[in-house]
């Protein structure tokens, strides 16, 4: 399962990114996705994470309300919206495919993992 991340960069606080995950190969389409982040100094922690087929999804507390994660199965791609972005925010964003196609929030459940993109956010 090959996983593709992209869409991070730098913006001010306050401001919104969207990140983007595809699987060109179409081989995670019955998979749930995961988005995690990895602050510098500190472990790989789980941000959120959608269905197989989108109908559900979770997030951490700490993105609630802030974070959007969505799914274009005819696009192959799962999508985060990041708006009213903060500072503490800042870490480096990596996608991956679970087992199975139920979600979960630990990192143990996720097998298929894409590159990260880094997401910079200056106060």
């Known amino acids: 399962v090959q996983l593709q991340a992209s869409g991070g960069g730098l913006v001010q606080a306050g401001g919104s990114l969207r990140l983007s995950c595809t699987n060109p190969?179409?081989?995670?389409?019955?998979?749930?996705v995961g988005w995690f982040r990895q602050a510098a100094g500190k472990e790989r922690e789980f941000a959120a994470a959608?269905?197989?087929?989108?109908?559900?999804?979770k997030y951490a507390d700490s993105v609630k309300g802030r974070f959007t994660i969505s799914r274009n199965r005819g696009e192959n791609t799962v999508y985060l919206q990041m708006n009213s972005l903060r500072p503490e925010d800042t870490a480096v964003y990596f996608c991956?495919?679970?087992?199975?196609?139920?979600?979960?929030?630990?990192?143990?459940?996720?097998?298929?993992w894409g590159q990260g993109t880094q997401v910079t956010v200056s106060s």
């Open positions: 991956a495919a679970a087992i199975g196609s139920t979600i979960a929030d630990s990192l143990g459940r996720y097998r298929y």
């Open positions: 959608i269905d197989w087929n989108g109908g559900v999804t």
């Open positions: 190969r179409r081989t995670a389409s019955n998979n749930a």
